[in-house]
């Protein structure tokens, strides 16, 4: 079973990602979390394969995450899915880019949502 956490600050995006990811045919086991303070709690004392991240949290926001999580404790194996409202916010040139492994806009798209998971996963069909 693949483990899936959402980092999210608005509660109606994490239930719409949830249902999204409890509706495919995969076995997905989902954490939701409101804030970047427990999504890194959350990803210090439990291993998943993958993390739906906001860019734009309150106190500990995307990029810091992403710096921790991927440059301070180097977990490599994880995949990184961006979620923001803003696409002009994602800048090609950040650093961040090389530890990110896919991006998706707001509003979701059932099928976006679903192809991106199973690709960086590898699951399903």
């Known amino acids: 079973m693949k483990k899936i956490l959402i980092i999210d600050d608005e509660y109606n995006n994490r239930l719409l990602?949830?249902?999204?990811?409890?509706?495919?045919e995969e076995d997905f086991q989902i954490i939701s979390v409101e804030s970047g303070e427990i999504g890194l709690d959350k990803l210090q004392q439990e291993r998943f394969d993958a993390v739906f991240l906001d860019m734009q949290l309150p106190i500990v926001d995307g990029i810091q995450i992403i710096d921790i999580v991927k440059r301070q404790w180097k977990l490599e194996a994880l995949k990184i899915i961006i979620i923001t409202a803003n696409s002009n916010q994602l800048n090609s040139q950040a650093w961040y880019n090389d530890y990110v492994d896919a991006y998706i806009t707001k509003p979701y798209r059932y099928i976006t949502i679903l192809d991106t998971i199973k690709k960086l996963l590898k699951t399903g069909n």
């Open 17 to 24: 990602l949830e249902e999204i990811l409890e509706d495919s």
